[in-house]
């Protein structure tokens, strides 16, 4: 059993809709990240968050440690948001990062 | 911005061929990675390196993998016989102080095995 695991694999939405996607983990986490993998290959951090909420712009990250649950939003979505968003977790006294299989974003405008 | 770069941006080799992975983390972080994805797949850890040694490393970095830091800038992943199966994108990343510290990553090295 994969110890990241993010639903769904693939969204499409319309330009202009409100995205959610999910993470879920099995591990104890000491941070918990979120990324951007852009059709080329490169892969950008976004978000890295232990407890609460983070806001950038048009993207919101939460957590919920009880729960061991993330969430992404994207607010307003746009077609230049299309590309592979991908969690991934660290553990106290490892940095390694543990990444689930990504979801696979496509706006349409 | 500081950023981390990796050279080259792809390499063919043949199978069996020693191949030399370049990084160059930015300039005050002390702890690097390197990561693969191999096509279709998830990014995987492969090895992190701290204080001029390895501080962990995953099963897949076997005796074929290496990783120096031969100066003070650079930072190499080498495979000593490559197979078919090394065909991947491998990314360099590195932090500033380890855990709990956003990871920089570099733009990959698609490297493909025949």
């Known amino acids: 059993k994969n110890e990241v695991e993010q639903s769904p694999q693939n969204l499409t939405a319309q330009e202009g809709e409100f995205i959610t996607i999910n993470c879920s983990y099995s591990?104890?986490?000491?941070?918990l990240h979120w990324l951007q993998q852009h059709p080329g290959g490169g892969i950008v951090s976004l978000f890295m968050?232990?407890?609460g909420k983070k806001k950038h712009g048009r993207l919101i990250a939460t957590i919920n440690i009880q729960e061991k649950h993330s969430s992404l939003h994207i607010t307003a979505s746009h077609p230049r948001d299309s590309a592979v968003y991908i969690c991934?977790?660290?553990?106290?006294?490892?940095?390694?990062?543990?990444f689930g299989t990504g979801t696979r974003l496509t706006i349409i405008p | 911005e500081p950023e981390v770069t990796q050279t080259p941006s792809h390499q063919v080799t043949q199978m069996g061929q020693e191949v030399i992975l370049r990084c160059v983390p930015i300039s005050n972080h002390l702890y690097f990675y390197w990561y693969r994805q191999i096509l279709g797949q998830k990014v995987e850890f492969l090895v992190s390196?701290?204080?001029?040694?390895?501080?962990?490393k995953s099963e897949i970095f076997d005796d074929q993998f290496s990783v120096e830091r031969p100066d003070g800038s650079n930072f190499t992943l080498k495979i000593r016989s490559t197979k078919l199966e090394d065909s991947a994108m491998y990314f360099c990343?590195?932090?500033?102080?380890?855990?709990?510290?956003?990871?920089?990553f570099g733009p990959g090295t698609r490297l493909l095995v025949l």
């Open positions: 390196f701290y204080n001029n040694e390895i501080s962990e």
């Open positions: 968050l232990s407890s």
């Open positions: 591990v104890g986490i000491s941070a």
């Open positions: 990343a590195s932090t500033r102080q380890g855990s709990q510290e956003t990871q920089y």
């Open positions: 991934a977790v660290t553990r106290f006294g490892n940095e390694k990062l543990t």
